[in-house]
Each structure stands twice: as structure tokens, then as C-alpha cells.
């Protein structure tokens, strides 16, 4: 059976790994490939590189970095951070990438999820979404909205037809950050994460918001995730990818033991 | 010397490192120009899609190269797609492969399983091979794709794995072979695979 996955989730600022609290203010907390093969060794499943300079920064540069890291990482890992074009694709995937992830050029050209997808397959696209809850007058969640840029720009698309209409496309996965949620330590946005698992058939990657180790459970079990996302919990010791794995097992969560 | 094919493949270079850091000597080949009497194995990597790399190979020589040298005796190891287009078929842009296994390469359809099949899973041998060897039966490596190897000589499956159906994830005999999973991401015992492939009856 298909294990669940845990993926660290590692910022990359500048060359340095970095981490944001709601996507701000940033803490440089390493090299982005000698963390990636610490949590490699510690069992993680999969990682994802978020490169926040991508867009600011030269194309060599950003690839010299993906290199390394492809040089001391065994298991796959996804770069995302502004991916404007199909040639990114290529030039990422050639570096070592073994997925790329499209945020907000896939909001503004949706096409180019499907070109990717044409060329690479479906299963080398993942679409970054970043959600924020809509509240009616009571104070309850009636929608999520999706934003872009970092958080900076509402786009007015809903979350699930956005989601589904990706996976139409030729997204072969989904990153789904939650805003609010992200940095807090409170848990994931689990009836988001949940809304997903159901109304979309690829795997929905859960993000933002472990604090603690039940939150993970909870998202496998009550969101539906196939795959959780921790980033603080790890990055500042709080927790070793083989504690959580540990925890996990003992509340029947089917994943991989190293 | 290990030749890894070099036909655009996105994994390309993490096959190619890999074989390197087990200490084997590789050359890239991206045309019949390369062919070299020094390539005494060949690896097939692959991700992407099924027209996109079979038109590639066949209008830079490779698939003739390839069914030539498979004749010529050397072994062959495919590896995700680059298993799937040892196959005859792939329903992935309804293409023409290598046909060097016999059987087709479906799409999955069960409606209750994501697609693609991504992540960790297990396998399961079902036959005794050198590529096993040093490997725990039902140990995990890591797959992603949406196509899936569909033998028709049961012979020709070496292990099986369960993703709502089950599917041949190693498929093959003692010259050509291929595999679904990415060994080379699927940290020690990947790695291992990889090696048994590449000393196996010497390099």
C-alpha cells in the first residue's frame, strides 16, 4: 500500500535555507543541501525547496544551489519559486529536480500547467496553491480563497475549482499552504486539506501549520493528506523525522520505516 | 562502462550520479554516433512522456541503437518510463515502443486510487533475480507515474506491487529488465538495485 509521505519543507533565500513565519521575516537555518540530506538520513520521504529570490535572482545562481543539493539527496525533491515558463521546467529538471512546482504563473497562464505536463508528464507538475479562508457574517469559513505571490495577492478564484481545474490541466500534484495557518503551530487547515483529499484525485501535500506531532496524525486521518509538509517543527528541533514516523506507526498511519 | 541514455530524459542526471558515486565508469549516449564497443551495459532512464521520448529516440537513431546492442547481447536496464518503453505499446499518446518485451502499457483507471501513483510503496518479488539481490522482499521505493507496465508473458514479471490493482513494478529476464520505481531515489536499496544491475556478470 502507498505510505504516507512526510516532506520537510525547506525555504531558500539567497542560497541559504531560510525560515518565514507567515511568509515573512525571515531565519537563515542552513545549507539547503546539507539539511536536505540530514532529513534524508532521518527518513524523510520526500522535499520540497521553496525558493522565495527566484524571482529576483539570476537563473545560474538559482540552479547552482538545486545542483548541489541533486549531488547529496537520494530521495526526490521539488523545486517551486518562480517558474514563469516551460523553459524553467527544463532548466530546473536538468539541475536534478525531480518536480517543479508553478504558484502564481499557473494562476496567470494556466496553460502552461499543461504544456509542462505535455512535455515532462503530469507527474513532474505540482501546483503551489496558497489558500485564505472567506468568513461570512458569523465568523464561519464559507469558501477559501486563492492568493498569490507569496501570500501578497487575492486572485478571487476559489480553492477547490482552481484545484480542479489545475488537475484538469496537467498538475500532477498539490502543495496546499494555508496563510493563516502557515507558521502558527496550531495544526493544519484540516477541513481544507479534507475538502481537497475529496473533490480532487491527485495527492493533496498538506502545509502549513504543524506545531505538534498530533497535528500530523490528524491530517492523515481527519484531512485525508497523502503527504504532510513540516517545516518548523523540525527545522528548530523540536521534533526528529523519525519521532514523528514513530508516532505515526502507533496510530496506524501507514508509513515507511527506515 | 555504463552508457545511460541521453534522450531529454528528466531524471537523466540523478541516474548518471548515482552510477557514478557507485564508483562506475558512465558515458552518456544521445545518438547511434556513440556507439562504443567500451558500453558493456546500458541504462534507460525516464520521465516524462511516452511520444514525446519515443519520438525523440527514434529520430535521433537511439531506438535502433538500442534494439541493435539489446541483440548484440549487452544488458539493459529501463527505469520508470524508460521501463515502459521497453514494452511494445504505451496508451500514453497511443505510441509505438521497443518491443523489446512483449506486452502494453495501460493507463491506471480505478477511480477509487489518485493518479498519478506517487510516493512509497512496496514490492513484492515475485520471481528470484540479481537485481534483488542484498534486498529485503517488500521493501519500499519510491514511483510516479500514471501508465503501468502490463506484461503478457507472465515470465517476464520479476515483482509486483499493489496500488488498487496489482502491477508489474519489475519486469524482465536476465538481459532486459526494467524497473517502475526511481531506484535512484529510493535512498540505500535503490541505490542497490542499481548496483546489482551494473556488476552483475561483470562490468
Redesign the interface.
Known amino acids: 500500500m502507498l505510505r504516507k509521505r512526510i516532506v520537510p519543507a525547506i525555504d531558500v533565500l539567497n542560497d541559504q535555507a531560510v525560515k518565514y513565519v507567515q511568509f515573512r521575516n525571515p531565519t537563515i537555518i542552513g545549507d539547503p543541501a546539507e539539511l536536505g540530506k540530514k532529513y534524508t538520513e532521518d527518513g524523510a520521504d520526500e522535499l520540497i525547496y521553496l525558493d522565495t529570490t527566484a524571482s529576483l535572482k539570476n537563473q545560474d545562481l538559482k540552479l547552482e544551489w538545486i545542483q548541489r543539493v541533486a549531488e547529496q539527496v537520494n530521495i526526490p525533491f521539488s523545486v517551486i519559486g518562480g517558474v514563469r515558463t516551460v523553459e524553467d521546467f527544463k532548466n530546473l529538471l536538468r539541475a536534478g529536480a525531480d518536480k517543479v512546482g508553478v504558484n502564481s504563473a499557473a494562476v496567470m497562464r494556466p496553460e502552461l500547467l499543461k504544456e509542462a505536463a505535455d512535455i515532462y508528464g503530469k507527474q513532474c507538475v505540482v501546483l503551489g496553491l496558497d489558500a485564505m479562508p472567506i468568513y461570512d457574517d458569523k465568523g464561519e469559513i464559507v469558501r477559501w480563497e486563492v492568493y498569490t505571490h507569496s501570500g501578497h495577492e487575492k486572485t478571487g478564484l476559489d480553492v477547490v475549482e482552481w484545484a480542479q481545474q489545475a488537475a484538469d490541466l496537467g498538475a500532477g500534484e498539490i502543495i496546499c499552504t494555508s496563510i493563516h495557518k502557515d507558521g502558527m503551530k496550531n495544526g493544519y487547515d484540516v477541513e481544507l486539506i479534507k475538502l481537497l483529499s475529496e473533490k480532487v484525485n491527485i495527492p493533496i501535500i498538506a502545509s502549513g501549520g504543524a506545531g505538534k506531532i498530533e497535528h500530523i496524525e490528524e491530517v492523515f486521518s481527519k484531512g485525508k493528506a497523502d503527504a504532510a509538509l513540516v517545516a518548523s517543527m523540525i527545522h528548530y528541533g523540536d521534533y526528529t523525522i523519525g519521532e514523528i514516523k514513530s508516532y505515526l506507526q502507533t496510530k496506524n498511519v501507514n508509513v515507511r520505516l527506515i | 562502462m555504463i552508457g545511460i541514455i541521453d534522450y531529454g530524459a ?5 541516474v548518471l ?2 552510477i557514478k558515486q557507485l564508483g562506475y565508469e558512465t558515458k552518456l549516449i544521445s545518438g547511434n554516433s556513440d556507439h562504443t564497443d567500451e558500453i558493456t551495459k546500458i541504462i534507460l532512464p525516464g ?3 511516452a511520444k ?1 521520448a519515443m519520438d525523440v529516440l527514434y529520430s535521433t537513431g537511439l531506438s535502433d541503437y538500442l534494439k541493435e546492442r539489446v541483440s548484440a547481447g549487452i544488458p539493459l536496464l529501463g527505469i520508470c ?1 524508460g521501463m515502459q518503453l521497453l514494452l511494445e505499446t504505451s496508451e500514453e499518446g497511443n505510441v509505438l515502443c521497443l518491443g523489446l518485451l512483449k506486452g502494453a502499457v495501460p493507463e491506471f483507471t480505478d ?1 477509487s486510487e ?9 514490492v513484492k518479488d515475485t520471481q528470484s533475480h540479481f537485481l534483488f539481490e542484498n534486498i529485503p522482499d517488500e521493501t ?1 521505493f ?1 514511483f ?3 501508465y503501468f507496465a502490463k506484461p503478457e508473458l507472465q515470465e517476464d514479471i520479476l515483482g509486483a506491487t ?2 488498487g490493482i496489482h502491477f508489474a513494478s519489475v519486469i524482465g529476464n536476465s538481459q532486459v529488465m526494467g524497473v517502475q520505481f ?1 531506484p ?5 536499496y ?2 542497490q538495485l542499481l548496483d546489482n544491475f551494473c556488476k552483475q556478470g561483470g562490468i
Open positions: 528528466g531524471n537523466l542526471h540523478s550520479k548515482a520521465v516524462g512522456n514525446v518510463l477511480e489518485k493518479i498519478p501513483h506517487m510516493g512509497w510503496n512496496q519500499d519510491y510516479v507515474h500514471s499493489n496500488y526511481h535512484e531515489k529510493s535512498g540505500k535503490g541505490i
